[in-house]
T-cell receptor, first 109, second 111 residues
């Protein structure tokens, strides 16, 4: 599996957009970029995934660079409930999700 | 809609005792099922996955085993718990090899 690099932590002001970066410079052509988050003491929650094109859903937007070596997860209007550890994962179309350390996002009022 | 259940939510067990954690999924058929463990302050580690009844693949050698007696039921077991088995155990399901959806987890403390 390709490995990802994320900043260990970041703060965000409530109501502002949160931009979470992820580097995956060794990603293969058949590997997707997945984002999950884990709120304290809960199971991880799927957010979004993409292959090449930018994706948007009701939770977030995913921007993938043209060379696919990095991506950014955007939470458009962060709320206190978005405080969590955010995991960027690259995977092929198989069973394996490899969770790294993620980015601890703290949304402040 | 699909839901995933795990029980118990918390469990405290003595070293050497047996373990049985259960996971069930509703609202889908023939899901892929997964067991993960998260040690305190660590990332998630995949323990087992299953693509069908009676089909179990183990990711890491350990003191645990898994079984899938029914299509939407996944059980994690141990005959004798070790202190190192403490952690947060998460069950997940996916449709084929798509995104995985996680249950609420079981927090196990072995004393």
């Amino acid at each position: 599996d390709a490995k990802t690099t994320q900043p260990p932590s970041m703060d965000c002001a409530e109501g502002r957009a949160a931009n979470l970066p992820c580097n995956h410079s060794t990603i293969s052509g058949n590997e997707y970029v997945y984002w999950y988050r884990q709120i304290h003491s809960q199971g991880p929650q799927y957010i979004i995934h993409g292959l090449k094109n930018n994706e948007t859903n009701e939770m977030a937007s995913l921007i993938i660079t043209e060379d696919r070596k990095s991506s950014t997860l955007i939470l458009p209007h962060a709320t206190l409930r978005d405080t969590a550890v955010y995991y960027c994962i690259v995977r092929a179309n198989d069973y394996k999700l490899s969770f790294g350390a993620g980015t601890t996002v703290t949304v402040r009022a | 809609s699909q839901t995933i259940h795990q029980w118990p939510a918390t469990l405290v067990q003595p070293v050497g005792s047996p373990l049985s954690l259960e996971c069930t999924v509703e609202g889908t058929s023939n899901p892929n099922l997964y067991w993960y463990r998260q040690a305190a302050g660590r990332g998630l580690q995949l323990l087992f996955y299953s693509v069908g009844i009676g089909q179990i693949s183990s990711e890491v050698p350990q003191n645990l085993s898994a079984s899938r007696p029914q299509d939407r039921q996944f059980i994690l077991s141990s005959k004798k718990l070790l202190l190192s088995d403490s952690g947060f155990y998460l069950c997940a399901w996916s449709s084929s090899f798509g995104e995985q959806f996680f249950g609420p987890g079981t927090r196990l403390t072995v004393l």
